[in-house]
């Protein structure tokens, strides 16, 4: 039986999942502000993802995307 993951790495995982995720988007050098706010209290995880990239009309769509793909990540984590 493995041991639960501990709020630390849930947080860092989401996080790094969706940081990932807007990175294979788009290059680095191109994303002027990223926020990637994270918290897991209670069993209760929470995502906020804010991109800000110029001239990039999808940036609200890929948010929502690298959200979802945080939540994902954390569902991997709980898995047998």
């Known amino acids: 039986m493995s041991a639960e993951p501990t709020d630390e790495e849930v947080v860092k995982a989401a996080a790094d999942a969706a940081e990932g995720l807007i990175f294979s ?33 999808d940036a609200d769509t890929v948010a929502d995307e690298a959200a979802r793909t945080a939540r994902e990540a954390v569902d991997g984590l709980f898995e047998p």
């Open 25 to 57: 988007r788009y290059k680095q050098s191109s994303v002027r502000d990223l926020d990637v706010t994270v918290t897991f209290e209670d069993g209760i995880l929470e995502v906020d993802v804010y991109l800000n990239v110029p001239d990039a009309s």
